[in-house]
């Protein structure tokens, strides 16, 4: 067996109609550690994006925890990722491809340097995502 990259994986998400991205995400984040632990994002915190999950909390955690990529699935309360470092003591964080350059990610790029943490980008899926989704059902909805 090849020795991977790192150790321990982290990476985050509302995973809220679960697709074909989300899949890749995380097979191409385990691809990259041994463990990989995964943040399902709470019910009160997908109200940052100004939405709200159609999947339950609870639900949606118990998906993740059933693919098989995944070895531990945390809580994410919050955006603070790291505080989850410090709980969770993560070498790599996983993120979208399509986060690289914001003004978060560069902050977090900042300060994961200073403890060692590498953040690996994986390539976004295209033509796939939960609002793509959301706006299709809507459209079905009307009809």
Known sequence: MTKKKYQVGYTTGVYDLF?????N????????CEYLIV???IDELVSYKNK?????FEERLEIVKQISYVDAVVPQVNMNKME????????AVFVGDDWKGTSTWNQFEKEFSEVGV??????YTKGTSSTHLRKTLETLNRR
């Open 19 to 23: 697709h074909i991205g989300h899949l």
């Open 25 to 32: 995400l995380l097979k191409k984040a385990k691809d990259q």
């Open 39 to 41: 943040g399902v994002t």
């Open 52 to 56: 709200e999950a159609i999947i339950p």
């Open 84 to 91: 989850a470092w410090y709980q969770l003591d993560f070498d």
């Open 118 to 123: 590498t953040i690996e980008y994986l390539p």
